[in-house]
């Protein structure tokens, strides 16, 4: 077994003091908030309904189930109110009213997207009763 030789550490330097350490100004990272400016909010269109709709569907692995709508309007044949399950697009549905003076319709849902509170679906409506 060979030994190696002992360096002394005092002795020892590995930077000369004639050897400049250069030195790296420290960046001290800066989040700049910008406010955006507040979008303006789309007036809501067409006639305030009261009450709530209930939609059945009639098609598909969800036949029979039922969802309902709160917050409704009505604009150019469409429906728009809010629910708290997401409806699958393209859905044929019959639209029953709680409001008596209105009749049964069917209708396609067009869109579902998700909104604070639950979902916002749109309904085209058709203006046949339902079956």
């Not at 406010?35 to 909010?41: E, F, G, I, L, N």
């Not at 909104?115 to 339902?130: C, F, Q, T």
């Amino acid at each position: 077994m060979t030994s190696a030789p002992v360096v002394d550490l005092n002795t020892a330097s590995d930077v000369r003091e004639d050897e400049s350490v250069a030195t790296i100004a420290e960046q001290v990272p800066c989040i700049t908030i910008i406010d955006r400016p507040v979008a303006p909010v789309r007036a809501l269109k067409g006639e305030p309904i009261t009450g709530k709709v209930s939609l059945m569907m009639l098609a598909g692995e969800e036949f029979g189930r039922i969802h309902e709508l709160d917050a409704l309007r009505i604009d150019e044949g469409r429906l728009h109110g809010i629910s708290t399950e997401s409806v699958p697009m393209g859905s044929i549905v019959t639209i029953g009213w709680q409001d008596p003076s209105r009749a049964a319709c069917r209708g396609v849902v067009a869109f579902a997207i998700p909104a604070s509170g639950g979902w916002r679906i749109m309904v085209e409506l058709d203006s046949k009763l339902a079956a």
